[in-house]
Each structure stands twice: as structure tokens, then as C-alpha cells.
């Protein structure tokens, strides 16, 4: 594809500036150095305004599981857009997409969730489940169960709700949110609590302490858990050994409906189809989007287990839904995509030769003097950086990850600042060479920090 001319290149940056509010953007900052303006994707590269060419060390969004410009997904979108572009799952009537997809992540999905309910995004997915999870107790005569947990660190989505779930400040706080109701436990970011030296230990605290917040709000009180196995836009918080079983445990003991947040480790990412399987955390509900689809479309679900799902479909009228729940066209895309991860082997190739040979190259990088930690698993990581002072130096206002993240594209890869961290989760059909650029950028990237 040629290189956009500058004069159509101002013309876009102008018409970016005049009318569009980017999400997740401080504006003056965007426009003062000009809008970067993608035109291409291939595999895991992508091509900007001005040519260049660069690999996409996040998968978009986490989400480009199968790459950029995959045949197989654009074909099967063209063909369902010729057939039948469009027609809602209201009135007793749905397409054939929606079924098949439905049928296709019940057989995927740990056994006992058999039921699949379609929106829009991982927002919309989470947003579902709270709704189905106060109709469940309601339907059982539980209605004072409405409270809901979720963690520091935590993203849920950008919904009035699931923002109230997110355990991040920068989302919250410009809302004045969350909602009451909503509860934040401690997550295991052993490292930001300097607790890095004994990382299990640091996570039984954190069980310990939400089971005193479970007590403090009444057990009979909570509806439900809203989990991360893998914390994403947190920073690529990994649970330490034990953890997850005993929040699923203390779960249980109180009645407490456990949700996995599955919006980024599902379909492979981790070298399993769900992280929920990583971890046998045999969840209530998992909700998933980004690698459903490949990000190709917007496509997200809510998968419940068939025994909320019999409570549910046995008590009548059903009101909720969205428009587009369960589009054919973003269900066929779907299709295409898990028949690519499947034939394609990339859950296995994640998990038996990608992923490790990923992390071996994010794990180098731990005695890097600029590196605070390393974390990851599977195809996802995360480096702390640190300034030349030291860990004691930092602040809320270092932001190490934003600098680093520029001075990576200019080394011609993508990848996330975060606070004082850069995260990472590349294409699952990345190769080894291409690994080794993703890690020989991120090296220059650390000297040039330090410069």
C-alpha cells in the first residue's frame, strides 16, 4: 500500500484534531505531536502514514491473536456480508452464525458452561453477567445479594458498571466512581506493595484480607467475584503460586458467584483455550472478547454455567440483550477465527514452543539495570523499569512506561507503557526471529531510557 501523501496526511490529522475524541488519550498531548495514523496490517506488522513499518508487540489491543489480513476471517465475513449481513437473536428467531459460535464455545469452554449469551465488547460482556448474576439470586430468594467484588489493579471495562469493577484510579476517578456497591480487595502485585522478595507470601496476605472484607460486608451481602486470572491493563499481574485456588475456595465457602474475566487470556494467549483451564477454577461465568474475534470484529460473550443458565431460562421473560447480540457477520468472523487457532495448532504452539521461548527472552532482561521485574506467562509479559536512582526514586508522576513505549516505536515496535512498566502480548503467529526483534528493540529501548 503506498505511503499516504503529506498533504492527505495533514488534511487527516486536521479532521482527527477538529472532530474525533480518541479513548484513552490526554488530547493536547496527542495533537501537539500529531495523530499516528495506521494504514496497513500483515501478520504482526502494521504500516504507518509515513511508511514505516512496525511489529505489533500487543496485538492491537491484546486482542490480534491470528495476525493482520488473515484470509481466512475476511473471507468468511465477505461471504456471511453477501448472505445476510445482519438480523437481531429477538423474537424467538436468531441466524445460523450464532448458533454454531454459541455450540462452538460451550464445546471449548470448561465443562458445566454451556450457555453462551453475545454482546458488543468486554465492557458489554462483563456488564451482562452482573445483570444475569442480580436476576440468579433474585430467582433464588437472595436479592440482598447485589454487592460485588473486584480487586485493586483490576480492568472490567469502561461501561457506568464495569468501570465501577475497574480497580485502577485514572478510570475511575474522572467519573467519580465507583457506584456503591462495588468493593475493591488487594490484588497480588507483590512488587508495587515491595513485597517482591516473597511473592506467595504477599498473596495469602491479600487472601487474608479479603476474607476480613468478605466478613466486614456480610457474605450474604455479595453476588458475586470479578476476576482476572492474568490482571492486564493493571500491568501483567501474575498470581503467585496458590492464589487463585484459595480466592476460588473462599469463594465458594461464602456462596459467592466466581467470574472470570477472560477478556485477554482466552483462545490461547496463556497456551490454553481459557485460563480458567490454567488454573482449574471451574468459574460461574467467564466472559470473553478481543481474541474471540481477533479484534477483526466487535464480538463479545458472556459464557454461564448451564445450572444459572437452567435458573434463567426457566423463569420467563429474559430482558436483556443488545441490538447487535450474536450479528452474524461478527459470529462468522468468530467462526473463522477459532477454525484458524485450531487448525493452525496455536494453543499448543503457545504453550509448548512460543510462549517459552518468549518468556526465556522476557526473563533475560531481570538483571538489566533499568529493570525492576520481570513477569509473565505464555505470550505476555511485563518489564518495571526504573530510573538510574533506583526503585526509591520513582512516583506517581516518573510514568517510566509512556517514555519507554515511545522510544520503542521509534525502534519500531508497539508495545504498552504502563505507569513504570512496558507490557507485551504479541501475535500468537509471531516466529522466533520476530521475537528477537520484539526483545532487541525493547534492549535499545532501556539504553536510550537511561541516555
Not at 495476525?67 to 445476510?84: N, P
Not at 503457545?350 to 533475560?364: S, V
Not at 505464555?378 to 526514586?393: H, Q, S
Not at 525502534?411 to 520476530?434: F, K, N, Q, W, Y
Request: hydrophobic fraction near 40%; proline fraction near 6%.
Amino acid at each position: 500500500m503506498p505511503v499516504i501523501s503529506p498533504a492527505l496526511r495533514d488534511t487527516l490529522e486536521d479532521l482527527d484534531r477538529r472532530h474525533h475524541l480518541h479513548p484513552f488519550t490526554t488530547h493536547n498531548e496527542l495533537h501537539a505531536q500529531g495523530t499516528h495514523i495506521i494504514t496497513r496490517g500483515e501478520g504482526c506488522w502494521l504500516w504507518d502514514a509515513q511508511g514505516r513499518k512496525l511489529f505489533d508487540g500487543l496485538a492491537g489491543l491484546w486482542c490480534v491473536n491470528v495476525g493482520y489480513s488473515c484470509a481466512e476471517i475476511t473471507d468468511a465475513v465477505h461471504e456471511q456480508m453477501r448472505r445476510l449481513p445482519y438480523y437481531c437473536s429477538f423474537f424467538n428467531t436468531t441466524t445460523e452464525p450464532a448458533i454454531r459460535l454459541a455450540d462452538k464455545l460451550a464445546s471449548l469452554a470448561p465443562r458445566g458452561l454451556g450457555h453462551v449469551m453475545f454482546s458488543n465488547s468486554g465492557s458489554e460482556a462483563n456488564e451482562t453477567a452482573l445483570k444475569l448474576i442480580r436476576a440468579y439470586h433474585k430467582l433464588r430468594g437472595q436479592p440482598q445479594r447485589t454487592k460485588i467484588l473486584s480487586r485493586e489493579f483490576a480492568y472490567h471495562g469502561v461501561t457506568l458498571a464495569a468501570t465501577s469493577m475497574t480497580g485502577l484510579p485514572g478510570c475511575t476517578k474522572p467519573f467519580d466512581l465507583p457506584l456503591p456497591g462495588f468493593i475493591h480487595a488487594p490484588a497480588p502485585n507483590a512488587y508495587a506493595a515491595h513485597r517482591e522478595s516473597d511473592p506467595v507470601a504477599y498473596g495469602q496476605w491479600c487472601i487474608e484480607e479479603t476474607a476480613r472484607i468478605i466478613d466486614r460486608e456480610g457474605p450474604d451481602t455479595i453476588a458475586a467475584f470479578f476476576v482476572e486470572p492474568i490482571q492486564g491493563a493493571g500491568g501483567v499481574i501474575v498470581p503467585p503460586e496458590g492464589y487463585l485456588g484459595k480466592l476460588r475456595a473462599l469463594c465458594r465457602q461464602h456462596g459467592i458467584l466466581f467470574v472470570a474475566d477472560e477478556v485477554i487470556t482466552a483462545f490461547g494467549r496463556l497456551g490454553e483455550w481459557f485460563a480458567s483451564e490454567l488454573w482449574a477454577l471451574e468459574p460461574d461465568f467467564i466472559n470473553v472478547a478481543k481474541g474471540l474475534t481477533s479484534g477483526y470484529l466487535p464480538l463479545g460473550a458472556t459464557i454461564v454455567s448451564d445450572e444459572i443458565a437452567d435458573v434463567l431460562i426457566h423463569s420467563g421473560y429474559l430482558a436483556h440483550g443488545y441490538t447487535y447480540s450474536g450479528h452474524p457477520t461478527t459470529c462468522a468472523a468468530a467462526l473463522a477465527n477459532l477454525h484458524v487457532i485450531e487448525r493452525d495448532r496455536l494453543v499448543e504452539h503457545t504453550r509448548d514452543d512460543l510462549g517459552p521461548y518468549f518468556q526465556a527472552k522476557l526473563r533475560a532482561f531481570a538483571s538489566h539495570p533499568a529493570v525492576g521485574e520481570v513477569r509473565g506467562h505464555g505470550l505476555i509479559g511485563a518489564i518495571e523499569l526504573l530510573p538510574r536512582e533506583g526503585k526509591a526514586a520513582l512516583t506517581p508522576t516518573t510514568m517510566l512506561g509512556g517514555k519507554a513505549a515511545k522510544l520503542a516505536r521509534e525502534e519500531g515496535v508497539i508495545v504498552r507503557g504502563i505507569r513504570d512498566l512496558i507490557a507485551m502480548s504479541p501475535p500468537l503467529i509471531a516466529t522466533h526471529e520476530e521475537i528477537d526483534f520484539l526483545f532487541a528493540a525493547v534492549e535499545k529501548t532501556l539504553a536510550r531510557l537511561w541516555d
